[in-house]
């Protein structure tokens, strides 16, 4: 089955749009005082489990290959969630959102060291306005921004999400995106449950399980098996940068959410970046053609 780059790039954007209703549960998560590392095992356990019942056949051809492929894929997936997980307990949530999306702007300079592909010109120009969005809707410009060692770990998870980008659209295009799915929940599941059991034992029996499981739960069902499956075919049909400017948006619809939910007052800040993502992802989809 091909995609066309247009509906590939519909795929991305309702994946950031699940992910950004996400945030609502990862909070409430935490708020039950689960930690990053068991988060993550309950939830990839939860996509690998249904990604197996609903893609076993294909499950059962998986390479060699398509099992090398999964395994790092997923621990790419992996570090950058542990990373954001510890940056977030010593940074401010604004920092954190803020420079967790200035991997939209290392995807294009990856993408050249490692392929030799120069992004187009365009692709600079909406890296820049969506950035700008990006500091009003954290309120960076607001609130100041002052380095933590948080910021440091922060950064480094932007880097692995913008490597998780590109291999997803440069070496997973000749791989089975349901064998790889399910790869990706049973590796975030596996290394989860190990970091969870050596580094965060000691906090089980602080956790509210009623109050905190079924929203990791919810969180497995739709932003990993239904988001993460929808990035995985998406990107097998359109380009990394395009790809990093759609899902950079997560931000803003988390934000949206929080606000229709009642979570937060809807602001000035919120309008503006929101508009200036939306005007970097429209010049993403313009194709200026010289003449």
Do not use: C
């Not at 998986?62 to 395994?71: A, H, S």
């Amino acid at each position: 089955m091909r995609v066309t780059k247009t509906r590939a790039n519909l795929m991305l954007l309702l994946a950031a749009i699940i992910w950004g209703a996400g945030y609502i549960f990862s909070k409430m998560a935490t708020n039950a005082h689960m930690q990053a590392g068991l988060i993550n095992a309950i939830r990839g356990f939860v996509y690998a489990g249904l990604a197996f019942i609903f893609f076993h056949k294909a499950i059962f051809k998986m390479t060699g290959v398509d099992f090398r492929i999964g395994l790092t894929a997923g621990f790419i997936n992996f570090l950058g969630y542990q990373f954001q997980t510890w940056g977030l307990k010593s940074t401010t949530p604004s920092n954190n959102a803020f420079l967790t999306a200035i991997y939209v702007v290392m995807i294009p300079f990856i993408v050249w060291v490692l392929f030799h592909r120069r992004p187009e010109l365009k692709s600079y120009v909406a890296i820049l306005i969506a950035m700008v969005g990006m500091m009003f809707l954290t309120n960076v410009l607001q609130h100041g921004f002052t380095l933590h060692i948080g910021d440091l770990l922060t950064i480094i998870s932007a880097f692995f999400y913008a490597l998780q980008i590109v291999y997803f659209s440069m070496r997973t295009t000749s791989t089975s995106p349901l064998s790889l799915s399910f790869m990706l929940g049973l590796t975030q599941g596996t290394f989860g449950l190990i970091w969870s059991l050596l580094f965060e034992h000691a906090t089980y029996g602080v956790i509210n399980w009623q109050a905190g499981l079924w929203p990791v739960i919810v969180l497995g069902i739709l932003s990993s098996f239904g988001a993460q499956t929808l990035q995985i075919v998406g990107q097998r049909y359109t380009d990394p940068v395009p790809a990093g400017v759609i899902l950079m948006t997560e931000s803003m619809f988390g934000s949206i959410f929080s606000v229709v939910l009642g979570f937060e007052p809807f602001t000035s800040n919120l309008l503006i970046g929101g508009s200036l993502i939306i005007v970097a992802l429209l010049i993403m989809q313009l194709n200026f053609k010289q003449h």
